[in-house]
């Protein structure tokens, strides 16, 4: 029990760590691209950046407490 309480612990502080690096990259306004389904480069859209913004910072709220 205490094992997979530490191990829980070390998950969330890895999630908080790279969900804030995330953050400060998707909040930089930097170009952000992904790899669609066809396997071609594509630079994310403004309301997809913002999707995933939130989803960032919903993950920092709760990972990073």
Do not use: H, P
């Amino acid at each position: 029990r205490k094992a997979a309480e530490e191990a829980a612990t070390r998950a969330r502080i890895e999630n908080c760590a790279r969900a804030k690096q995330a953050k400060a990259t998707f909040e930089s306004g930097v170009r952000i691209g992904r790899t669609n389904a066809a396997g071609q480069q594509e630079i994310m859209d403004e309301a997809t950046r913002a999707a995933e913004l939130k989803r960032i910072l919903g993950i920092v709220e709760k990972d990073c407490r």
